[in-house]
């Protein structure tokens, strides 16, 4: 996905876990970063200014994923995650 600025949040398709998520092209040759991942409550929201994010939280009863700090610039942005796990 890409992340578009001062664009904090996103809906996420259903899931069941996160795997991963990454900033970054490869194919650009550009250095790819890992997010943290952190809970809700969790995601300080201090004063730091834009610029490219280095986490993200989900909210599950939304299904969005918000990142911090909000993108200075577009940024692509790959998460890796199960999809809903559907019982017999």
Request: proline share 14%; aromatic share 12%; glycine share 4%.
């Amino acid at each position: 996905m890409i992340i578009k600025r001062g664009k904090v949040r996103y809906k996420f398709p259903p899931h069941s876990s996160i795997f991963q998520a990454t900033i970054g092209d490869r194919r650009r040759c550009e250095v790819v970063y890992m997010l943290q991942e952190v809970h809700p409550l969790d995601l300080k929201k201090s004063m730091e200014p834009p610029g490219k994010p280095t986490r993200f939280t989900i909210y599950t009863g939304t299904n969005e994923i918000e990142f911090y700090p909000p993108p200075d610039k577009p940024y692509k942005v790959t998460v890796r995650y199960a999809p809903p796990i559907k019982e017999w």
